[in-house]
């Protein structure tokens, strides 16, 4: 299993932006397919974006398709979750992710790998 450690989480107002960061010191993100995740007060964990480790992105939500991007620097080995008009029910932990098998996917199932997570709140 990798350690994966998220950060940029915080509070922010409505409409705002924040970026999350995913870092696996010592390990190379770039062989991965990685996901980010939220999960709300009384939900359950949902797939949110994925990417894989030839830089395809994939989507799995429609309520924030146009606002939330996912990128990889592999030179300095992060992922990152680019969050732009955020909005309340966007209030979650967001948990970053490395998939087992190398490909992206919206099930946990798949991940065999999960950061701390980031607290991410939408207040005004």
């Known amino acids: 299993q990798l350690q994966l450690v998220e950060s940029g989480g915080g509070l922010v107002q409505p409409g705002g932006s924040l970026t999350l960061s995913c870092a696996a010191p010592?390990?190379?993100?770039?062989?991965?397919?990685i996901g980010w995740f939220r999960q709300a007060p009384g939900k359950e964990r949902e797939g949110v974006i994925c990417?894989?480790?030839?830089?395809?992105?994939?989507n799995y939500l429609d309520s924030v398709k146009g606002r939330f991007t996912i990128s990889r620097d592999n030179a300095k080995n992060m992922v990152y979750l680019q969050m732009n008009s955020l909005k309340p029910e966007d209030t979650a932990v967001y948990y970053c992710?490395?998939?087992?098998?190398?490909?992206?996917?919206?099930?946990?199932?798949?991940?065999?790998?999960w950061g701390q997570g980031a607290q991410v709140t939408v207040s005004s």
């Open positions: 990417i894989n480790n030839s830089g395809g992105r994939t």
């Open positions: 992710a490395a998939a087992t098998n190398y490909y992206c996917s919206n099930y946990v199932s798949d991940f065999g790998s």
């Open positions: 010592g390990v190379r993100l770039d062989y991965y397919a």
